[in-house]
């Protein structure tokens, strides 16, 4: 079955850039969409379509994509903004979702 | 604003049977795909299953197909989701998320989860 791989964790001190990687062979031709998970709560989608991002969400909050990755960058991190972040496409039939294994961002 | 509200969790023994309920508001409920995602305590998301707008199409994980049933009432706005022969590895918060268009397989809303227990 398809998968996406992200590092399980991200290390940054407050102000710098985050950045948090996913691969996977469909990539090329699907979009990835990136969630924000915070201890206990429901996801929150920060990042749509590879880069586009949904209102109310952060400017320090971007994405890319490029070949078989995605990247989310989020650009002078705050102590807020540590999370579990899941990057999430589709196989190449479109019809079922395929969620990365996740990445902690550690913000201190 | 998009509301999303789970029911239906709680404890069931190996073997047995549940139904979760998600009622929708805010949105047109008719116009949208819809889907289930689940987490395992400590574990990461595992998407479980897609039904299209119109209830056409329904997809599902293969660790749940042939266990699990997505299915939707658009006179009620509400999604549902029947698991049979549940698992202890079926132990999970289960949302409700709605997807981005008709059936895009991506999702933009998501509910606040409702709690599953298979345990003896």
């Known amino acids: 079955s398809y998968e996406l791989t992200q590092p399980p964790s991200v290390s940054v001190s407050p102000g710098q850039t985050a950045r948090i990687t996913c691969s996977g062979d469909?990539?090329?031709?699907?979009?990835a969409y990136w969630y924000q998970q915070k201890s206990g709560q429901a996801p929150v989608l920060v990042i749509y379509?590879?880069?586009k991002r949904p209102s109310g969400i952060p400017e320090r909050f971007s994405g890319s994509s490029s070949g078989t990755m995605a990247t989310l960058t989020i650009s002078g991190a705050q102590v807020e903004d540590e999370a579990d972040y899941y990057c999430?496409?589709?196989?190449?039939?479109?019809?079922?979702?395929?969620f990365g294994g996740g990445t902690k961002l550690t913000v201190l | 604003q998009v509301q999303l509200v789970e029911s239906g969790g709680g404890v069931v023994q190996p073997g047995g049977s549940l139904r979760l309920s998600c009622a929708a508001s805010g949105f047109t409920f008719s116009s949208y795909g819809m889907h289930w995602v689940r987490q395992a305590p400590g574990k990461g998301l595992e998407w479980v299953a897609f039904?299209?707008?119109?209830?056409?199409?329904?997809y599902y994980a293969d660790s749940v197909k042939g266990r699990f049933t997505i299915s939707r009432d658009n006179s009620k706005n509400t999604l549902y989701l029947q698991m049979n022969s549940l698992r202890a590895e079926d132990t999970a918060v289960y949302y409700c998320?709605?997807?981005?268009?008709?059936?895009?397989?991506?999702?933009?809303?998501w509910g606040q989860g409702t709690l599953v227990t298979v345990s003896s």
């Open positions: 039904i299209r707008y119109d209830g056409s199409n329904k």
């Open positions: 379509e590879d880069s």
């Open positions: 998320a709605k997807d981005v268009e008709m059936a895009t397989t991506f999702i933009d809303y």
């Open positions: 999430y496409s589709t196989d190449s039939s479109g019809n079922h979702g395929v």
């Open positions: 469909a990539l090329p031709k699907k979009y």
